[in-house]
Antibody, heavy 128, light 108 residues
Framework: EVQLVESGGDLVQPGRSLRVSCSTS????????MTWFRQAPGKGLEWVGF??????????EYAASVKGRFSISREDSKSIAYLQMNNLKTEDTAVYYC???????????????????WGQGTLVTVSS | DIQMTQSPSSLSASVGDRVTITCRAS??????LAWYQQKPGKAPKLLLY???KLESGVPSRFSGSGSGTDYTLTINNLQPEDFATYYC??????????FGQGTKLDIK
């Protein structure tokens, strides 16, 4: 059974940092692009970023709203993806979801298209 | 970035009804569209991809159609468990991945 479990959400002050984790099981983690989304309270879904597999250099892509502040990494030996959030702002308050993507990989690049498994989310609250 | 607009934003229906939700993209997305269902406090669930392909395990009362910029999600014979919020998501021009604002379906 495929499972994704986020952890690490917390109440943090503006300007501080936080790392959330996504522990997975039930599928070959190293073969999948892992993606983070967020959902502010009462709002819709927003893509945050993703990390490609090691076969594609483990490279990352980010939404403009978080680029330069957030970074995604992966630890394939433990089947865990991480979202490091620096210089947090009040507008980063949201439930953060990790997900497994299905998409297309060529010889030179790899993009998830849609997302078939999601974790239950972890709440990050940024407030003084 | 491609903007996705869903209509209506909310919808009331009864068990057994047929409902249709529309998603319009700001440019042609060539069927690169997924639909998700989200219940309160839960993660989104993939229903359809490539506009009309049903994800494994999703009941056949869910269907999708469309082309170009306009797409629809249809739910036939609404069941109590179908009352939720529905989102469309484009993957034609990525990143970024963009979603519609959601359509909340509740019980009349």
């Amino acid at each position: 059974e495929v499972q994704l479990v986020e952890s690490g959400g917390d109440l943090v002050q503006p300007g501080r940092s936080l790392r959330v984790s996504c522990s997975t099981s039930g599928f070959p983690f190293g073969d999948y692009v892992m993606t983070w989304f967020r959902q502010a309270p009462g709002k819709g879904l927003e893509w945050v970023g993703f990390i490609r597999t090691k076969g594609y250099g483990g490279t990352t892509e980010y939404a403009a709203s978080v680029k330069g502040r957030f970074s995604i990494s992966r630890e394939d030996s433990k089947s865990i993806a991480y979202l490091q959030m620096n210089n947090l702002k009040t507008e980063d308050t949201a439930v953060y979801y990790c997900s497994r993507g299905r998409g297309y990989c060529s010889s030179t690049n790899c993009f998830p298209y849609y997302f078939d498994y999601w974790g239950q989310g972890t709440l990050v609250t940024v407030s003084s | 970035d491609i903007q996705m607009t869903q209509s209506p934003s909310s919808l009331s229906a009864s068990v057994g009804d047929r409902v249709t939700i529309t998603c319009r993209a700001s440019q042609v997305i060539s069927n690169s569209l997924a639909w998700y269902q989200q219940k309160p406090g839960k993660a989104p669930k993939l229903l359809l991809y490539t506009a009309s392909k049903l994800e494994s395990g999703v009941p056949s009362r869910f269907s999708g159609s469309g082309s170009g910029t306009d797409y629809t999600l249809t739910i036939n014979n609404l069941q109590p468990e179908d009352f939720a919020t529905y989102y469309c998501q484009q993957y034609f021009s990525i990143p970024p991945y963009t979603f519609g604002q959601g359509t909340k379906l509740d019980i009349k």
